[in-house]
């Protein structure tokens, strides 16, 4: 769900049934779109890192692309 959905199904309801959904997230996977951006602070350089995208893991979407760069590999 998007921040402003869970903001609203947090506002909507108790924090033991928030914190319910959240335990349910724990040790399940998730394929994380993550973007890094330099930054200058202090007098240093910096990498923040952003989560883009959160998806649920697929395990036949996963095979077929590795199977598809193995192909690449096999072609040259």
Partial sequence: MTASEFKTFKDSN????????IDSLYFKKFNIMVKGKYEFFNGEN????FAVKVLPYQVQA???ALLKRLEAYAER
């Fill in 46 to 49: 910096r990498v923040r890192f």
């Fill in 14 to 21: 108790s924090d033991d049934v928030v914190q319910a959904y």
């Fill in 62 to 64: 996963e095979n077929r």
